[in-house]
DNA sequence: ATTGACATACATACGCGCCTGTATGTAAAT
DNA sequence: ATTTACATACAGGCGCGTATGTATGTCAAT
């Protein structure tokens, strides 16, 4: 009855990192106790036990499942294209949305990051690693964005690490929404349209860059002074 | 010693609040025990269930003490305005952004919301809270979007809906990512440029819109099939 | 103005369930 | 025979909800 062998031993292990993300899913990550899954699981809390140290590991294994292979897709994009980047960066950004409107596997992993899981102190390991996959995904596309300034796919005066920033935030903001209520619209409608709107702003950033500019204006006169809304208390 | 006049008592539950939201903050919602709470507002457990029923009540006392005021102040914006919506519509994203970036009490909040908490079946309300919270404010830029086409501020390719979605997401996607990680980049600065770049986007929306055109040939041979991606199930 | 009765605004104490981590048992694989 | 891959058993703590205690504020009646 019992099983034993290598393989078995690793069905089993798949089998735990399922449940875990059905029990998360449902119940969400602090509220989950080792017992559910377990149960989930057809095993007992030995079995988590053997394969995992704790609930953060099990955890930790559960995310890289699934989240490892898309960081991997992100990086073959980001280092393949010296032809017409920016297309190569619209399409890879399509994509990752598009397969999230298709797979119930990656639409659970990332309601459980975004909605189900606390990024506290206790498990810093999980806040730290949020970030730093952030980090590197902003940095892959930020290289992107600057080598489409440098071969002419966008105007100069485009700001790479910014319109990385805007890509980025649009996007786990569009994926963060819908998982939170899929019902309330489309993904898989709206995703490339929206890409492009926001693509289709970046190619028409206006050159002003005033910025840098010191000394327009010596000393300003306060001539028409907005009311200021501050003091929110 | 102990004080009990009306105005004291409203007093301490505002310290429970407060105390609620650094606690909260700290530890994350679930991983934060009303002992704790107590114990940051010098209380003990006896005087926040005098207050609140239970933990999640706390927690809506808290979120509306700054939800509330944001909501209604997004309300005011969407009805005011009959003169240049897509202005309005820009201000009052813009204003949320930098309202952000500068007051703590928004970020700390905003970080519990989006980092802190889970969204689970339990405390379902807070799910349904946000949900709906989301709903409503998606449907007031809805409403500010559909002025504009109206009033020719957007070209009429543009579909109120779907620019409502993308701001939205781009909105909370930048909320949400600049809170995890306040050093990756600073949200006063980018702000502005980028609901602009989004906003241009919408501004330079082409005036395909294929969809609604019924039977332009009767028969259409495969010539060229492109790869369909329906299918969501 | 006192006084008593009642409500208010908490503090304290108790019981309970749940979950965690570990220690131990055990049968099959090697 | 030893290790693997679990199942079972045990001890402990933590946090929640509630019940109860209590000192003060409030207010009407006198």
Known sequence: MVRRTREEALATRETILDAAEQVFHDKGVAHASLEEIAQAAGCTRGAIYWHFKDKAELFDAMMDRVVLPVEAMLDRAGEAGVTDPLAILRLATIDILERTAKDPHLQRVFEIA????????????????????????????????????????????????????????????????????????????????????????????????????????????????????????
Chains 1, 2 share one sequence.
């Not at 970030?131 to 080598?147: K, P």
């Not at 105007?155 to 998982?179: H, R, T």
């Not at 492009?196 to 204006?217: C, E, H, I, N, W």
Request: aromatic letters at 6%; proline letters at 8%; glycine letters at 6%.
């Open 114 to 233: 975004y909605h189900k899981c606390e990024y506290t102190g206790d498990a810093a390991g999980v806040r730290d690693r949020h970030i730093a996959s952030q980090s590197e995904c902003q940095g892959t596309i930020e290289a992107g964005f600057r080598a489409c300034v440098a071969q002419g796919y966008l105007p100069k005066s485009v700001n790479p690490k910014e319109a990385a920033i805007g890509a980025m935030s649009l996007v786990s903001g569009l994926i963060a929404n819908w998982v939170l209520d899929p019902k309330s619209f489309s993904l898989a409608k709206h995703a490339a349209p929206l890409v492009d709107t926001y693509f289709r702003g970046l190619q028409s950033t206006p050159v002003v860059k005033a910025a840098p500019v010191m000394k327009v204006v010596k000393a300003t006169p306060p001539a028409k002074v907005l009311p200021s809304r501050r003091k929110t208390a």
